[in-house]
């Protein structure tokens, strides 16, 4: 009886081993933030120009200010930067084009 027992334990170590082996590593997970054009006027205003009242984001992140009837461009930042504005904490993955020139931020988590 005791030869069984210790045949059975040594088989399952040797099972668990052969996971722990075998096992994949976790894969990071991807998270996209979308910043429109209002929350990109933030960013504008704290970093680029403090009239800044609006950013948007097409191929490179322009800064406005309101001058009734048309917008006044007042400097452009850093798509990058921004991303790394709003969420200082995430590791910062990338960007990319939004909808209607909102920024796609993307995080590893």
Known sequence: MPR??????????????????????????????????????????????????????NGSLNCYRWATPNLINVGSGSPSAACKYFNPTYVYAGYAQGGSQALICKYTV
């Open 4 to 57: 069984r027992v210790l045949a059975l334990t040594t088989a399952a170590l040797a099972c668990a081993g052969a996971l722990a082996f075998t096992a994949a590593p976790a894969q990071a997970a991807t998270l996209e933030i979308v910043y429109s054009p209002l929350s990109l006027g933030e960013y504008c205003a704290a970093k680029v120009n403090p009239s800044s009242t609006v950013g948007f984001y």
